[in-house]
């Protein structure tokens, strides 16, 4: 019975729809999330600045994937370790290095494997 509902969260966080808003600021990545799940769970998973705003999309993730807030918070944390990761792979590769300024460099992030 767990695995289906596992199965169900992943299905829904897969076809979650779009989200409006700013893209949300990572280092000196530029990212386009793939995934509006992926992106709602980062936003989520930030320092809280805004307890309106956080609980708003809070909820409407909670709605529309049947996760648990425990279970946001871990797919946006794994989320932002996957950005961490890529900055510092493209740091090393030197593709960092021509920035100045407010500039950032695109990146396009492709879905992330949920783990529930």
């Known amino acids: 019975m767990e695995t289906s509902t596992q199965a169900q969260k992943r299905q829904r966080a897969t076809a979650f729809p779009s989200a409006e808003g700013a893209t949300p600021a990572c280092g000196m990545l530029e990212v386009q999330f793939e995934s509006p799940f992926d992106r709602l769970c980062y ?25 648990t807030e425990e279970e946001l918070l871990a797919h946006g944390h794994k989320v932002r370790a ?5 900055e510092d792979r493209l740091r090393k590769e030197g593709k960092l290095d021509g920035l100045s300024g407010k500039e950032k460099f695109p990146y396009r992030l492709p879905p992330v494997t949920p783990a529930f």
């Open 43 to 67: 936003l989520v998973s930030a320092p809280l600045k805004n307890s309106r705003r956080y609980a708003t999309v809070l909820a409407e993730l909670m709605a529309g994937s049947g996760c």
């Open 82 to 86: 996957y950005l961490f990761f890529a």
